[in-house]
T-cell receptor, first 113, second 117 residues
C-alpha cells in the first residue's frame, strides 16, 4: 500500500509569488491535514479536510488556503510568499474522521528567496 | 488550548542502553490521544507509539514503552536497548477526542536523540 505522497519534494520560490503543494493520501483515507514545520515555531497545524470539507484551520493568515478533491487528494496554496513561509510542509492522512493513526508524508521543502 | 512541553531539547544514550524522553501536556479534556513520533533526517514523521487516555495500561511497542500518568499529565517515552537507528528527533503530540473536535495534533518542540556507538 503506497504511503502519503507529497509533491513537489523541493521547490524554491521568490517573494511575492504563489505556490501550490499537493498531497495524495493513503488509498482509502478520507481525512487529510497539513502542518508547517520551521526551526523557530516547530510543527504547527494548518488545515484539516475530510470529504472535501475543511473541518478546522490553524492560526495562519488568509494567504494560506487549501482544498480537497473528491478522490481525497488535497492541495494547499500559499499566495504572496514571504521569506518566513520557508518551511517543511507536511501532509498527513487517516482513514476516517475519528481514525486513530495518522500517517505522514515526507514533506515538501519550500524555500522563499 | 492544549499545550505540549518537551523539556529536553537534546538527549544522548549509549548503544544498547535505555533512555527516557519526557513530555508533559496541559488540557482540560478527559478524552484524548497521546503520541510519540520519530522524525529521522529524512524528515518523515513516523509513529512510534500511541496511548489512549482512557486506558490505564501503558502502551508498549517492542523496545518502546510509555509511562502515562494522567493525573500528572505526563507522558514519557522509554527506549530500551537503544540502536543507532533510533537517532532522530522525537516529538510528543496530543490529539483531542472531544465530540466534534478535529484531528489536529498539537506537538511539542521535540527532543533530539543521539545514540553513541
Amino acid at each position: 500500500k503506497a504511503g502519503v505522497t507529497q509533491t513537489p519534494r523541493y521547490l524554491i520560490k521568490t517573494r511575492g509569488q504563489q505556490v501550490t503543494l499537493s498531497c495524495s493520501p493513503i488509498s482509502g483515507h478520507r481525512s487529510v491535514s497539513w502542518y508547517q514545520q520551521t526551526p523557530g515555531q516547530g510543527l504547527q497545524f494548518l488545515f484539516e479536510y475530510f470529504s472535501e470539507t475543511q473541518r478546522n484551520k490553524g492560526n495562519f493568515p488568509g494567504r494560506f488556503s487549501g482544498r480537497q478533491f473528491s478522490n481525497s487528494r488535497s492541495e494547499m496554496n500559499v499566495s504572496t510568499l514571504e521569506l518566513g513561509d520557508s518551511a517543511l510542509y507536511l501532509c498527513a492522512s487517516r482513514y476516517s474522521s475519528d481514525g486513530n493513526t495518522i500517517y505522514f508524508g515526507e514533506g515538501s521543502w519550500l524555500t522563499v528567496v | 488550548a492544549q499545550t505540549v512541553t518537551q523539556s529536553q531539547p537534546e538527549m544522548s544514550v549509549q548503544e544498547a542502553e535505555t533512555v527516557t524522553l519526557s513530555c508533559t501536556y496541559d488540557t482540560s479534556e478527559s478524552d484524548y490521544y497521546l503520541f510519540w513520533y520519530k522524525q529521522p533526517p529524512s524528515r518523515q514523521m513516523i509513529l512510534v507509539i500511541r496511548q489512549e487516555a482512557y486506558k490505564q495500561q501503558n502502551a508498549t511497542e517492542n523496545r518502546f514503552s510509555v509511562n502515562f500518568q494522567k493525573a500528572a499529565k505526563s507522558f514519557s517515552l522509554k527506549i530500551s536497548d537503544s540502536q543507532l537507528g533510533d537517532a532522530a528527533m522525537y516529538f510528543c503530540a496530543y490529539r483531542s477526542l472531544a465530540k466534534g473536535g478535529s484531528e489536529k495534533l498539537v506537538f511539542g518542540k521535540g527532543t533530539k536523540l543521539t545514540v553513541n556507538p
